[in-house]
């Protein structure tokens, strides 16, 4: 499915998503949380490259964010987000 969406449940009432997989040009991330969270996100490349990272403060409810990968190379990638001590690990594919 090209809007493969992967949501996961994490301790203390938070949920992400990472989508779409594969993507080409924009990878979005959605946290639901109930509380405001210190949140880290950092993209991997297969070779422990970093490609990407962010440190911010969520709100409680939704926040989004759009991270553009229209530069990175064509291959597997592993985006981490850390909410507090929570973490969520995802496989994602860019392609063009």
């Known amino acids: 499915d090209l809007m493969d969406v992967d949501e996961q449940q994490l301790p203390g009432n938070v949920v992400t998503n990472v989508f779409p997989n594969p993507a080409n040009k924009q990878l979005n991330l959605t946290l639901n949380a109930e509380n405001a969270e210190s949140i880290h996100v950092t993209i991997y490349n297969i070779y422990g ?3 990407f990272n962010e440190t911010g403060t969520s709100k409680p409810g939704i926040t989004q964010k759009n991270i553009n990968i229209t530069n ?25």
């Not at 985006?79 to 063009?96: L, Q, Y």
């Open 49 to 51: 490259q970093l490609m």
């Open 72 to 96: 990175f190379p064509n291959g597997t990638y592993v985006v981490k987000i850390s909410v507090d001590s929570k973490i969520f690990n995802h496989k994602i594919v860019k392609t063009d």
